[in-house]
Structure formats: structure tokens, C-alpha cells
């Protein structure tokens, strides 16, 4: 996850490099749900409006939560399927605020209801994250809920106006990017604190329809587009917080742009990212899933460590008995190819591997999704063959009959 906010803001207003901070313990985002009342076109964890069985016990996620805080975790953001279909989730919430941990709550906010958020705000959730794939018929259509934009904007409105912090979350693929500009006034027009913009990536639904994911000339659009609101915020005095996730190569294009518009600050910048260190799933990134299953982050179901039911997560998490954790762990990452052969991997750390693994088989093979050129990443052009998907992704937005 790169955060565009302060590395614009160390552009614009140079400070010393703080040093590095190392954190007692990974971020855990938590599914403590299957369950949602939403079926959306992405979703990593195949939700749907059903009960799953198996799932943890309030009493049980208390224990695990003790043994988190005891473990040095700092940040839990309960997730789901949609969280708020649990009935003990406020009082999940408020023992975890009890316990000192940073807590967020993903939502789909459609469940966000003038009768329901004083209950939520009570809990005092140190942010709350609500998804909208587009403006309107968009949303709906992603979400496959006729309607559901305009619950989903309700909710953020209510979580405003009750003093929360919200944010917007946003995944681009090719069927909506000609959204983006439009959520950005949104956000504007809305006073929405956050936008956490994501990249596609292949799990659950997402892996599904890969083949939708965004052309890299689009993605290029959009970084610069992110990276443009980002700066007018900040230069007017009135920072918003911009997020992006899911492709750790914007490091490496913020750095590239940084170079043609702040060049006398761009070293700096590069000993920021560096130590920022791009991809941090298996190690400060953690994920626990709704049976107790614990994976290296939300996209990894398909690979589980361990289960809390049969050993706490403290035991697990530095267990690099497993392959993927024992890469993930290694510095630097024996990832491959094109990705091997990157000048920025100390930036990068090797992208998303879910990508890499899910089209070759391979935890360590070069991430399909990073839409640098080759001069960009240092390597001689056409050096290292492409996936099949990366070349679609490549095909020139001049080619097409619509582009933003």
C-alpha cells in the first residue's frame, strides 16, 4: 500500500528522512463474515447472502484478539464478506478499541442506516472504508444490486456526518475506469476524509475476470490523475489522504514522475520508498479469514499457514516452514525474470505475487501487472518474454473504440 499523501507532501515541503520504523507486528485484516448481502463482480473472498458454517465464536475472536495485542499487533480492520451482518461486530469492535488496537471496519455501506450508525459511531472505529465501484448504474452493475450506489453513498454521508473518518474504495478494471474522475469530484463535492484506490488482483472473483483488468497505458492515466487531485489538495492547504494498493510498481512511477517534476528532490524521495519497501504480505501485512484460517494477506486464500483454532497466530505467523512464507520473509524476495532483473526492487519488493502465481504456477515468476516499460525497470526492451495477459494488457489505449 503506497501512500500518496506524504511523499507529495516531502516533495513540496523537503524534511530530513525520520528513520526507519519497524513494526512489533503485522496489520491483520480480519473476515469475520462470509456472509454479504452483495454478490460484486471482484470479490476475493466469493461472498454471497448465505451462512457459512465453521466460523469463529465471538468468545473465540476474543481470544485470538488477546493473543494479537500480546503479539505486537497494531492495526486490526474487520472485514468480511459484509461485517455488519454479524451480530456481535460492535462488540467485537469495542474490545478491540479496549485492547489499544488502530481499528477499521470495511464495508460495503449499504447496511449503514440512520438507525444503525450511532451504534457504529459509539464503537469509535478509527476509520471506516466504504466500497463504490463507479458512479451509479456503475456501482450498481459491479455490485449487482439495483440501487446499491445510493445506499452505499448514504452510508458514507451518515458515517460523515456522525464525526467518523470514511473513506471511498476503489478498484479500476477496464469496465469502469471511466468512473475515476467523476469519484474523485464525488470525494470532493462529499468532504470524504480517504481514497484508496486498488489494482486488480487475481483472487476469488477478481481471478475470475482477470481478463478485465486495466491496460498499463490506463493505469498510467490513472496514477497521474491520482497523483495530480493529490497535489491540487495539498498545495491548497487542504490535505486529503490518497492510498493506492495492490501494485507496489506506483512506488516506482511516483518515483519516475518525481524525476521529471521535482528533480531536485528525487533522491530523497527514492530513500523514502526504499525504506517504505514496497509488497510487505507474509510480513506486515496478515490475514485471518472466517474459519480461523490465517494467510499472507486478503488474496492468498488459496494458500492457508496455519489455523488459530489449533495454534495461536503469535505461532504461525513467524513459522517459515511454508515456501511462499519463507520467500516473502527473504530479503530480497527470489522473485524472477523481469522482476529479478529490476533496478527498484529494494523499492517494489518483487509487486503482487497472487498475480504472478495464479497465471504461471510460479510464487516467484515476474508480476503480469506492472506496467513500467523496460527502460523504466532498467532492463534492455523485449528482454524478458510476456505473459499472455500482460501482452492484452499492453494493447495501446489508441486502439480502442472508448478510453477516459
Known amino acids: 500500500m503506497l501512500r500518496l499523501t506524504p511523499y507529495l507532501?516531502?516533495?513540496?515541503?523537503?524534511?530530513?528522512?525520520?528513520?526507519?520504523?519497524?513494526?512489533?507486528?503485522p496489520v491483520v485484516i480480519w473476515n469475520l463474515i462470509r456472509r454479504c448481502n452483495l454478490t460484486c463482480q471482484h470479490?476475493?473472498?466469493i461472498s454471497a447472502d448465505k451462512d457459512f458454517a465453521g466460523e469463529l465464536s465471538t468468545?473465540?475472536?476474543?481470544?485470538?484478539?488477546?493473543?494479537?495485542?500480546?503479539?505486537?499487533?497494531?492495526?486490526?480492520?474487520?472485514?468480511?464478506?459484509?461485517?455488519?451482518?454479524?451480530?456481535d461486530i460492535l462488540q467485537i469492535g469495542k474490545r478491540a478499541k479496549d485492547l489499544g488496537f488502530y481499528v477499521g471496519l470495511s464495508s460495503n455501506g449499504t447496511l449503514i442506516t440512520p438507525d444503525r450508525v450511532a451504534g457504529i459511531a459509539d464503537v469509535g472505529f478509527d476509520y471506516v472504508g466504504i466500497s463504490l465501484d463507479g458512479i451509479g448504474a456503475t456501482h450498481d452493475r459491479f455490485r449487482r444490486l439495483q440501487g446499491?450506489?445510493?445506499?452505499?453513498?448514504?452510508?458514507?454521508?451518515?458515517?460523515?456526518d456522525a464525526g467518523m473518518k470514511v473513506g471511498v474504495r476503489y478498484t479500476m478494471?477496464?469496465?469502469?475506469?471511466?468512473?475515476?474522475?467523476?469519484?474523485?469530484?464525488l470525494v470532493d463535492d462529499e468532504g470524504i476524509d480517504k481514497f484508496y484506490f486498488s489494482h486488480l488482483n487475481y483472487a476469488g472473483r477478481g481471478n475470475k475476470h482477470r481478463d478485465t483488468d486495466a491496460r498499463h497505458q490506463r493505469t498510467r492515466w490513472a496514477m497521474d490523475l491520482l497523483i495530480a487531485e493529490c497535489l491540487r489538495y495539498l498545495q491548497a492547504g487542504r490535505p486529503k489522504d490518497f492510498v493506492t494498493g495492490n501494485n507496489d510498481a506506483d512506488g516506482v512511477y511516483l518515483l519516475h514522475w518525481a524525476e521529471q517534476h521535482y528533480p531536485q528532490h528525487a533522491t530523497q524521495l527514492r530513500q523514502r520508498l526504499q525504506q517504505w519497501g514496497g509488497n510487505a504480505s507474509g510480513v506486515n501485512v496478515a490475514n485471518i479469514d472466517n474459519l480461523g484460517n490465517v494467510h499472507p494477506d486478503t488474496m492468498w486464500w488459496k494458500v492457508t499457514l496455519g489455523n488459530v483454532r489449533e495454534r495461536p497466530f503469535s505461532a504461525i505467523w513467524p513459522d517459515t516452514g511454508h515456501p511462499l512464507m519463507a520467500g516473502l520473509k527473504q530479503q530480497p524476495r527470489p522473485v524472477q525474470g523481469r522482476c529479478g532483473a529490476c533496478q527498484h526492487l529494494a523499492i517494489c519488493n518483487g509487486n503482487t505475487r497472487v498475480r504472478a502465481w495464479e497465471l504461471t504456477g510460479d510464487y516467484w515468476a515476474a508480476d503480469p501487472a506492472c506496467y513500467l516499460s523496460d527502460q523504466e525497470v532498467g532492463v534492455a526492451d523485449g528482454?524478458?518474454?510476456?505473459?499472455?495477459?500482460?501482452?492484452?494488457?499492453?494493447?495501446?489505449?489508441?486502439?480502442?473504440?472508448?478510453?477516459?
Open 9 to 25: 507532501q516531502s516533495l513540496l515541503h523537503p524534511s530530513p528522512l525520520p528513520p526507519a520504523r519497524k513494526p512489533a507486528g
Open 43 to 45: 470479490c476475493y473472498s
Open 59 to 87: 468468545d473465540e475472536v476474543f481470544a485470538v484478539m488477546d493473543d494479537l495485542r500480546a503479539f505486537g499487533v497494531p492495526v486490526l480492520i474487520l472485514s468480511g464478506g459484509e461485517p455488519l451482518l454479524r451480530p
Open 148 to 160: 446499491g450506489f445510493d445506499l452505499a453513498l448514504q452510508g458514507i454521508r451518515l458515517c460523515r
Open 173 to 185: 478494471t477496464e469496465d469502469n475506469a471511466d468512473d475515476l474522475p467523476a469519484l474523485l469530484q
Open 383 to 404: 528482454a524478458f518474454p510476456l505473459a499472455p495477459l500482460t501482452r492484452w494488457q499492453r494493447i495501446p489505449l489508441v486502439s480502442m473504440e472508448t478510453q477516459p
